[in-house]
C-alpha cells in the first residue's frame, strides 16, 4: 500500500533539513511514539495504533538508508512487529524536502506501507485505515518537529475528512494519501491468512517498489501488492459477516460430517481452520452416537432383501 | 477463539456505568450488543481490561415521544426499532435500513446505539442518523452533553465519545408533512455490510423537491452527507432527468476504500447510481 502526504512548514530548506536528520527527533515519528535505543543511523522503538476497539503496538527498529543532501531527500526503513502477535508492519518512507518561498519548505513523505495479520470483523479492509492512521500519525508529529510549535497550515488542497482525523495536535495539514499498489511482493499475506490464528511471524520483506521517481510520480497503479491484502481482509469478512465466525461454520460442517459417518463411517476432514479442533474431539462422539443408526441401517436392509427374495 | 481475560461489571443504572468506566481507566470498553465487539475480542484485536456491560440498564432501552422528535434508548436492538410503532411511523427510513443489517440473530442482540458507537462506516445505521439529523445523547462523568449526528462520527471507529462516556438516547425529529424517504442499500450477500448505501429523506412541494438530506455510506472514513447532491436538488424539478442531473454529484467530496469488494473509483459510481435510485424512491418519481 502506497501513502502520500505532504504539508509545509514555516522554515527554510536547510534548516529543516538539519532537523530531518536529528534522529532524535525524527525517530520517535516513526511513525508514533517512543524511541528505545539510537545507534548510528539505526534506532528501535515503539509505536501504538488505537482505532476505536482495536489496540495494536508495534516494536521495532529502522534505520536510515539514503541521505541525500543534494536532493534534500532521506529515505528510511522501519520494521515492527506488533507486541501481542497481530501481525506485522514495515514501511520504507521517503521524505523529500522542497523550498516554497523563501520561509518556507514543503515536505513530500512517500510510503511504502506493508501491514499483515488479522483483519478484523469490519465493514471494510481495516488495514488501510491502520496504514492512514500510522502515516498520518508520522507526518504530523514530523511537521511538529520541523516547525516547532507554530506550524502553519498548508495552503494545499483542503484535508479529506479520512485524513483529517489523526488526532492531530499539529495544525499542518496532510494531503489525502494516495492509496495505490507498490510494486512489492506480498509475500508474508497469505502466510498470515494460513496461520489463522497464529501470529503472523513471517518475515515480511519490503521490496523496493520502483524509485523514488517513479512513486512521486503517483501512478496509480493497482497490482500484485494491494490484491493479496485485501484478500485476507475479505476472506476473514467472508467468515465475520455473519456474525459468528467462530461457531457459524460448525454447524454445517457438523452436520455433513455425520452424514459421513452414517454411510461411510469416515469423518469429513473440513479445510476451515478454526473448526477442525472441535471437529477432531467431536467426531468421535458423533460416529459413536451414530453407529447403532447405520447399524440398524444395514439390519434393514439385509432384512429387506431376504423378504424380496422369498417375495420372489 | 477465546478473547484475553478481562474484567467484567455489569451496572444497574447509566449513573453507575459512566462510574464503572471512570474508576475501569483508559482500557475499559463498553459493551452494548456485543456483534461487533465481540467478534473483535475473539480476534484478540483489542485487549481491553474491563467490559462494561450496558445489557443490565433498562433505562437505555425502549422508544419515546418527545413531541416534536422521538427519543430511542441506545441499547434498544435493531429487532425492537423493528417493531416499534413510533418509529414505523416517524422514522421508516430507520426501519428500512435496519432491515438490512446483518442477519436476524444479529439483529436479535444488536442494539441501535451499539451501532452507532461502533462507527463503522459500512454499517448501515451511521448514515440513517446523518441523513435524519439525529442528536446523541452522551453522559459522562461530569453530566449529559447532546451531540448532533453531523459531529458524533470523527474518523474509521471514532467518535465524538470520550473513554468516560457512553451513548444513552438518540433523538430523532420527527419528518413533517412532505417528507418521504427510502434507504438504498447495494451488497454482494444477503446478509453482508454494504458496499455503498444512500439513506435519503426528500421533502416534495409543488412538483418540485423543497428540500433533500442524503446520508452516505461506505464512501468513506466515517458516513457522510452528500451536501453537493443535496444543493443541487434544492429547487429541482421532480422529473427523473434533473434528479439524475443532481445526482451525478453524489461521488464529490467523498474519499472511499479500495477493498474486495469494489475499488474506489467503482464505490463512486455506485454512489452516484444508488442516490439516484434511494432519492427518485423517495419522492414516489
Known sequence: ?312 | MIPASFDYVRPATAAEAVQALASAGEDAKVLAGGQSLLPILRLRLAYPSTLVDLGGIDELSGVRDDGGAIVIGAMTTHDEVLHDALVAEHAPLLVQATKTVADRQVRNLGTFGGSLAHADPAGDLPSVALALDAELRLLGPSGERTVPAREFFVDYLTTALAPTEILTSIRIPKLGSGWSTHYEKFNRVAQAWSVVGVAAAVRRADGSIAEARIGLTNMGSTPLRATAVEQALTGADASVAAVTEACGRAAEGTSPPSDLSGRADYREHLATVLTRRAVLAAAGI
Not at chain 1, 467472508?238 to 452436520?255: E, H, K, L, R, V
Open chain 1, 1 to 312: 500500500m502506497q501513502l502520500e502526504h505532504s504539508f509545509t512548514v514555516p522554515a527554510g530548506i536547510e534548516q529543516a533539513w538539519q532537523v530531518l536528520l536529528d534522529i532524535e527527533r525524527v525517530a520517535p515519528c516513526m511513525p508514533g511514539a517512543s524511541l528505545d535505543t539510537v545507534d548510528g543511523d539505526d534506532f528501535t522503538g515503539t509505536v501504538k495504533v488505537r482505532l476505536g476497539p482495536i489496540g495494536l503496538t508495534y516494536k521495532g527498529k529502522a534505520s536510515f538508508v539514503e541521505k541525500d543532501a543534494a536532493a534534500h531527500r532521506v529515505v528510511i526503513d522501519a520494521q515492527g512487529k506488533d507486541a501481542r502477535g497481530n501481525g506485522t508492519a514495515s514501511a520504507k518512507v521517503t521524505a523529500t524536502l522542497e523550498p516554497d518561498g523563501e520561509q518556507a519548505t514543503k515536505v513530500v513523505v512517500l510510503t511504502d506501507l506493508y501491514i499483515t495479520g488479522k483483519p478484523a470483523q469490519f465493514g471494510r479492509g481495516v488495514m488501510v485505515d491502520v496504514g492512514n492512521k500510522l502515516i498520518g500519525q508520522f507526518a504530523d508529529c514530523l511537521a511538529g518537529k520541523l516547525g516547532g510549535t507554530e506550524v502553519a497550515p498548508a495552503p494545499e488542497d483542503e484535508a479529506a475528512p479520512s485524513v483529517a482525523n489523526a488526532a492531530a495536535p499539529s495544525a499542518a495539514a496532510v494531503e489525502q494519501p494516495a492509496v495505490a499498489g507498490s510494486g512489492a511482493a506480498a509475500v508474508a499475506e497469505p502466510a498470515a491468512l494460513a496461520g489463522g490464528s497464529g501470529p503472523a511471524a513471517a518475515e515480511v520483506s519490503v521490496a523496493p517498489s520502483g524509485s523514488a521517481a517513479e512513486i512521486a510520480a503517483g501512478e496509480p497503479v493497482a497490482s500484485a501488492a494491494e490484491q493479496p491484502l485485501t484478500d485476507v481482509v475479505a476472506g476473514v469478512q467472508a467468515t465475520a459477516d455473519s456474525s459468528a465466525p467462530g461457531t457459524d461454520p460448525i454447524a454445517p460442517t457438523f452436520t455433513a460430517s455425520s452424514g459421513e459417518a452414517a454411510s461411510s463411517g469416515e469423518t469429513a476432514s473440513s479445510g476451515e481452520v478454526e473448526p477442525i479442533d472441535l471437529l477432531s474431539s467431536a467426531g468421535p462422539a458423533v460416529l459413536k452416537r451414530l453407529a447403532p443408526i447405520g447399524l440398524a441401517a444395514v439390519l434393514a436392509a439385509v432384512l429387506f432383501a431376504i423378504l424380496r427374495r422369498r417375495q420372489a
